[in-house]
């Protein structure tokens, strides 16, 4: 029923009601109630406290009726259940026309508690009945009483008699009270829906909980609504006309797993099944008063009969299906475990491939580099020029054999950065077609929005010219050859038969031709080095292998696909990267130019070390010479100047030369290292990649390429030289009002730490300050290296917490600097890389890997012991 009719109901009722709140304040009340409180207007009481509206009676002092309502008041907001008052009198102030009067009235009171959501007492329901003309004939008859001796016999019978039927009724009421809450309570917990429509609308009488729950939540209220209002959307599904016919006829009507289509509130649909009767109610002269609808939702047990009935039907279906899926998991299987055997059998020829290029690369530097020097003794004589000359050519050609070679087994020390692989294949589009000539037409396709990877520029641009190389030797120079470059996703299927690939995001760079194809045989064996198809003489077998361990060591994938007579697509999976592009690499230029320097080669070999000596020797250097890392380090620890050590990878002992160089770099911070190796193995590369701030020069190299690195790196550290020059003529400038200690600084302790933190980062700058001031230490934060030397000279500081990447100096080259002048600070570098990435930190120097917590930060600073105020020295 709508609200409306209740609210029309409440007004109407002959019956006084009136509504409170929980602070005894009246909500509403109906025009019986306004009667008989002498006519009052509804908007003078709706939201006044009820004992100021109806106030103390003058002629009773004790005020007995009010204390009467407030005690029953406050029974039900303490109990929160009704409380019933038989008889309480009260004076009703009425105005006449000689004034206000008062008129004596008595009720009979039921109030009833309305509960929140949480069972607290929300509002408070008062039904009266107005009883005074009872207590009027009870007075007249108590009166007419006292006016005869004895009490008239009709009298006392009428009296009992209107008693004994009063009780009678009130007796009624509460059974039937009684009776209709348990009845409701039934109807509210029955197990299956239940609802009544009356009339030949069917109109919603009542619902039960389990109903509603059945068609879920609407806009509108249910009760007082037609059926084909409530539910618009079961128009059409048969129902309504089903509910006319039992109306018509007086017949029930029983379903079994019917299907009904309900709309959600957030418009989606929802199917469900059920088993329900219509029953027709019918009036005393046999018509229809309405229908009784009853049911369950057998939505389950339907879904379960469904399920059955297919798995039934489809039993030898789904045999066939398991079956054929174990025979595809059975060749997927067979085609891993030949991925494997192919895998490991590539790995293998890798191993064995790379240590032949290591001594290859040896022989040829020794032959290189005595033919350079050869060749300078002997300008004017054109004849052994020319021969010269072609030896030299030989040993690049050998060199680039060595190359390929060390890239198949994936031990060419890459130097990989973000490329834009759009702007690569732009680039060498014009080189591209000058390989391809003009009979082979050139399509490159660039997919939208195609990522980024991380790769060695220079290697890519290699495997795309080898296989660019190979396709039109396929395709007898005539044809056409296509490059696709797209974003592509390995999944977990793909993944499962190729185990050596990473599911994840790639860049896919395809190149198809149009050529011969391979045959099965070929294909299986295309990566492998010195395998070829081609005449003697014309291919060494190198090309795809080379480009094959490229791609692996690059962290990426390498697929082919090829069909004989139709053609060849060789896919190349790059993984993706999330950065921006890097700048291009800066190419060392210029003129040979040698130099006066003192260099520490070290050398195992010793052919190839007295070649490097010579070589450097012709160039100006002055030239110290060790075997082995040991010996190197002797010279090193002996104290004499050295200004770059020239060292090779792979050496005997047990000293290696990565931790020769560490060590060799606390001795003399200015030292430079350079490192040359035919054979990189794992010692300065790492997941394919060189090392951070490591300089390789591969073997063999030519003499220039020699000399051009050196001096790039004797510029380099000229220029770092100067800049500490200048920071300390800075330091020495610093004006004296910087000495003025900073207020974190000021109130210390004799346990508390001095920290000097530097960080660009701002937000990283005030969280660590915070950390550090709540485990009772002083901190002074700055935002670069120079500003922290002026801070160390300035004042005194026990801990230097630094990041490495820095605007201007670099924190290493801080802690560099703060290691010499001030020894007694405790030196931690703060940093997302690992130590392995951050070169060789100096014993005394602490790592502290971002992101850290003010956990970390504790343990760090506890480590640092009992804190002792000592002056800063001197820079």
Known sequence: MPHTNYEKI?????????????????????DAYLRVTGNRRREDLVGQPLFEVFPNDPDDPNNEPARQLLASLQRVLDER?????????????RQTGSGEVLEERFWSATHTPILGETGEV??????????????TLKRALRESDRSTEEPDPVTLLLEAGLLHRAQRVQETNTRLEAERHHLRTLFDQAPGFIAFLSGPDHVFEMTNQAYLQLIGPRPQPLLGQPVRQALPEVVGQGYFELLDMVYRSAEPYVGHGMQVRLRQADGSWRERYIDFIYQPILRKDGTVAGIFVQGNDVTQQKQVEQELRRYREHLEELVEERTSALEQSEAERRLAEAALTHSQRLEAIGKLTGGVAHDFNNVLHIIGGNLQLVRRQIEGDESAMRRID?????????????SQLLAFARRQPLEPVVVDPRRLLGQLDELLRRALGESIELETVIGGGLWNTLVDPTQLENAILNLVINARDAMDGEGQLTIEASNAMLDDHYVQSHP?????????????????GMSREVQERAFEPFYTTKAAGHGTGLGLSMVYGFVKQSGGHIKLYSEEGYGTTIKIYLPRSMQEEAEPPVVLQGPVEGGTET??????????????????????YRVLKAHDGQSALAIVQSGVAIDLLFTDVVMPGPLRSPDLARQAKQLLPDLEVLFTSGYTENAIVHGGRLDPGVNLLSKPYRREDLARKLRHLFRNRAQRQALAQTVATRIGDVPAVQATPSPALAATTPDTLRILFVEDNEDLRVMTEDCVQALGHAILCVDSAESALARLQAGRFDVLITDVNLPGMSGLELVRLARAHYPALQLVVASGYGSEDLGALADNVLLLRKPYDIAELEV??????????????EA
């Not at 259940?81 to 102030?93: G, K």
């Not at 509002?123 to 009872?134: P, R």
């Not at 072609?390 to 060595?402: C, D, I, T």
């Not at 990473?502 to 198809?512: D, F, M, R």
């Open 10 to 30: 409440f007004r109407l009722s002959p019956n006084p009601y009136m509504l409170l709140t929980a602070d005894l304040r009246f909500v509403d009340m109906n």
């Open 81 to 93: 259940r009704p409380d019933h008052l038989a008889l309480i009198r009260y004076a009703v102030p």
């Open 122 to 135: 929300r509002f408070i329901l008062q039904h009266t009945v107005d009883v005074t003309e009872v207590q």
């Open 390 to 402: 072609q030896a030299v050519s030989a040993v690049e050609r050998g060199a680039r054999l060595a």
């Open 500 to 516: 050596d690939v990473a599911p994840g995001q790639y860049v896919l760079i395809a190149i198809s031709d149009t050529g011969c």
């Open 599 to 620: 260099i520490l080669v070290v050398e195992d070999d010793p052919a190839v070390r007295a070649t490097v000596v010579d070589l450097l020797t012709d160039l100006g």
């Open 860 to 873: 760090l600073l506890q480590g640092f012991g009992q804190h002792q105020a000592a002056p800063a020295q």
